[in-house]
Antibody
């Protein structure tokens, strides 16, 4: 059974850093492109970042460009999001999601991890 | 700035049919935007329903269908069930980024 499990969320002060992890199981992680998506409390979904299966292609939303870094370790079946210079508006539940590249289908999502940026 | 627009809210009676739409400020939505649709219930992660405009995942109920309608992506629910009450999001692909619609809150009443 395909599964994605995020971790690493928590409370951090403005200007601080946090690293999120997403561990995949039940499928060949190295064959799939991956995304991070976030959802602020009571708000809609916002796409954050994309990484190709090999890690050679990366995209970011303008709202996080220059502050967030996506990465992956295919040997560990893991996707990461390094978040620096955090702001109050980065407060959200962060989800990782799998993309099936041929059809551009988002299919499996993790349960999310909450990041709260507050002093 | 690219904006994807959905109806903020819709109400449908049980057993009825409702169509949700997804428009882009860049112009008509085509299959090249690879529209995806998601359902989200309170406290849960989003669940994928439709990809590539019309394709269903193995778990997508038959009453859900996707299409292009009048320059927009569309999600139609036929024979609506009480458990379909949820927030629905569309997602469009723009080549180097993706944009979610603001969501449609569907009430089954």
């Amino acid at each position: 059974e395909e599964q994605l499990v995020e971790s690493g969320g928590g409370l951090v002060q403005p200007g601080g850093s946090l690293r999120l992890s997403c561990v995949a199981s039940g499928f060949t992680f190295s064959s799939y492109e991956m995304h991070w998506v976030r959802q602020a409390p009571g708000k809609g979904l916002e796409w954050v970042s994309y990484m190709s299966s090999s890690g050679s292609i990366i995209y970011y939303a303008d709202s996080v460009k220059g502050r967030f870094t996506i990465s992956r370790d295919n040997a560990k079946n893991s996707l990461y999001l390094q978040m620096n210079s955090l702001r109050a508006e980065d407060t959200a539940v962060y989800y990782c999601a799998r993309l099936v590249g041929v059809s551009w289908a988002f299919d499996y999502w993790g349960q999310g991890t909450l990041v709260t940026v507050s002093s | 700035q690219t904006v994807v627009t959905q109806e903020p809210s819709l109400t449908v009676s049980p057993g009825g049919t409702v169509t949700l739409t997804c428009a882009s400020t860049t112009g008509a939505v085509t299959s090249g935007y690879y529209p995806n649709w998601f359902q989200q219930k309170p406290g849960q992660a989003p669940r994928a329903l439709i990809y590539s405009t019309t394709s269903k995942h193995s778990w997508t109920p038959a009453r859900f269908s996707g299409s292009l309608l009048g320059g927009k992506a569309a999600l139609t629910l036929s024979g609506v069930q009480p458990e379909d009450e949820a927030e629905y999001y569309c997602l469009l692909y723009y080549g180097a980024y993706w944009v979610f619609g603001g969501g449609t809150k569907l009430t089954v009443l």
